[in-house]
């Protein structure tokens, strides 16, 4: 499994071993619904070099409307309140985006609009260095699914998006 992010890489090893028990078609089929019905969240992290270009490529994005289309909206603004540990570059941003699932995700990612309107204006030369990932969100813990009126797998339901000033 050499090459595959430890994710993968331990993904496909539990379903090889569960293939020799027969529940492997249960285990990714679980896995794809979880695609398609849990929420989650694209990270975006790294150094940013041109900032005017940022800001004319986070225009870009929201005139393609995309987002609103798929259901996604920021969770915080791009740079930090404070810095409890490290010391990380002036330049340094993370912004989270709630999608509500992981193929909403994907969609986005793959989209026409994003991948030939919209990302290009970020590259050569590049105007950051950034690191994207996608992560599943977690259930609410019981203590917080009675206070927030929410038995979804996230707080972020009731919330409005919010405009992220330019990085």
């Known amino acids: 499994m050499k090459g595959l992010t430890g ?3 331990s993904a496909r090893l539990v379903c090889a071993l569960l293939t020799t028990a027969g529940a492997a078609d249960v285990v990714l089929a679980d896995r794809e619904k979880d695609c398609r019905t849990q929420h989650a969240y694209l990270v975006i992290s790294g150094t940013t070099f041109d900032r005017e270009r940022m800001a004319a490529y986070g ?3 929201a005139e393609t409307g995309i987002y609103k289309e798929l259901g996604a909206y920021y969770l915080n603004a791009p740079r930090p309140v404070e810095i409890l540990e490290g010391d990380p570059p002036d330049n340094y ?4 985006v709630r999608f509500p699932s ?3 995700v994907r969609t986005f990612w793959h989209s026409d609009a994003y991948q030939n309107r919209v990302k290009p204006l970020r590259l050569d030369p590049p105007a950051a260095d950034y ?3 996608v992560y599943r969100a977690v259930d609410l813990p019981t203590y917080l699914q009675t206070h927030s009126g929410n038995a979804g797998n996230d707080t972020a339901t009731n919330c ?3 405009q992220v000033p330019a990085s």
């Open 7 to 9: 994710a993968t890489a």
């Open 59 to 61: 225009q870009a994005l």
């Open 93 to 96: 941003v993370t912004l989270i």
């Open 102 to 104: 992981v193929e909403a």
């Open 131 to 133: 690191t994207v990932s």
């Open 160 to 162: 409005k998006p919010m």
